[in-house]
């Protein structure tokens, strides 16, 4: 579908370019979590996405997203998820605030680790950081917008959140 060509184009694009960064432009419900996935798998299948963080705005994006990607993963894309936020209820989703865990985990074994993490907890993931994340998506990235010292903008600055790549949706 059409996510799926944006998500590619977003993946290979920002790269031909000699670029690092990327954004997908797509009004609401128009499938950018899908395009961010897309993205995903395009650098897995070159073994350039093993670390994968994901911020979103809220704890609800954060349990759908996760679904979306369960949902949507190409059958050939190993991956792990893990939510870094306080709490999601009862749904019986792997989640921690612990740099030490973060960081057992993004070390762990094969395929992609995708953390899931709302915009209040990224730094939980930056203190847990050994190497940069191969990817940050920045889902609702508008939020980033405004002083660099604000807390929501501390992730576009790799002294904040060391990422190699980052797309913003």
Do not use: N
């Not at 432009?25 to 395009?35: D, Q």
């Not at 847990?128 to 609702?140: G, H, K």
Request: hydrophobic share 45%.
């Amino acid at each position: 579908g059409e996510a799926g060509g944006a998500g590619r184009r977003a993946g290979d694009g920002g790269e031909a370019a000699g670029g690092r960064r990327a954004r997908v432009v797509l009004p609401s419900g128009a499938g950018k979590t899908v395009a961010g996935l897309r993205a995903v798998e395009a650098l897995a299948s070159r073994r350039e996405a093993r670390t994968v963080l994901v911020l979103l705005p809220t704890k609800d994006l954060v349990v759908q997203t996760w679904r979306e990607w369960t949902r949507w993963a190409a059958p050939e894309l190993t991956w792990l998820p893990l939510a870094v936020c306080s709490k999601l209820g009862v749904d019986g989703r792997a989640r921690t605030t612990a740099p030490a865990e973060i960081a057992e985990f993004l070390e762990g074994g094969a395929g992609v680790r995708a953390l899931f993490c709302t915009y209040h907890s990224w730094h939980r993931v930056a203190k847990a950081q050994r190497a940069p994340l191969d990817l940050l998506i920045c889902d609702e990235a508008h939020r980033m917008a405004g002083r660099a010292s604000k807390h929501f903008s501390q992730p576009l600055f790799d002294d904040a959140l060391a990422a190699r790549r980052r797309l913003f949706l």
